[in-house]
């Protein structure tokens, strides 16, 4: 499924999962996806890639690539990240999702990051967590932020 999409601020990460019935079934979300979720405002616009991989003891692994622009300033940035997680279903349709490293962290503007710090965002110890709007084999939807917030859907294949 997918995880990338912090745009707090400045940047934010999503991770997500999916569902389409009543009742998540957490055996298809094992395995590899390929995600991508895509934001656009007059402020600025986040674009992100992803594989991720959900293993059955609650481990997840994810490589992203994230690019930032704000128009206002005419920054562009990108970042690649590899964030390794714990996930879990919680109630009947929504991913939980915790990053407990970050082993690869690359960005293109360096001194951006020394000043937003995302890297420190992402391992703050918060959970994040998703909306499963879709989950079949061979597709998944996730919905991140809450109603009148911003919200992203992260869509995934197989």
Request: negative net charge; charged residues 20%; glycine residues 6%.
């Amino acid at each position: 499924m997918k995880k990338l999409a912090y745009a707090a601020g400045l940047v934010s990460i999503i991770n997500t999962t999916l569902v389409s019935a009543s009742t998540i079934d957490p055996a298809l979300l094992l395995g590899t996806w390929h995600c991508s979720f895509e934001s656009n405002s007059p402020e600025q616009s986040l674009v992100g890639t992803s594989v991720d991989t959900y293993a059955a003891d609650g481990t997840s692994h994810s490589d992203s690539k994230l690019s930032l622009q704000i128009h206002s300033i005419g920054l562009d940035v990108a970042y690649e990240i590899t964030l390794k997680s714990r996930w879990q279903i919680i109630g009947q349709d929504r991913i939980e999702e915790t990053v407990v490293a970050v082993p690869t962290f690359l960005t293109s503007n360096p001194a951006l990051e020394q000043m937003i710090s995302l890297k420190d965002e992402l391992l703050n110890g918060e959970t994040e967590s998703a909306n499963i709007i879709e989950l079949t084999a061979n597709t998944a939807i996730f919905r991140t932020g809450t109603e009148g917030q911003s919200q992203q859907d992260v869509r995934c294949t197989r």
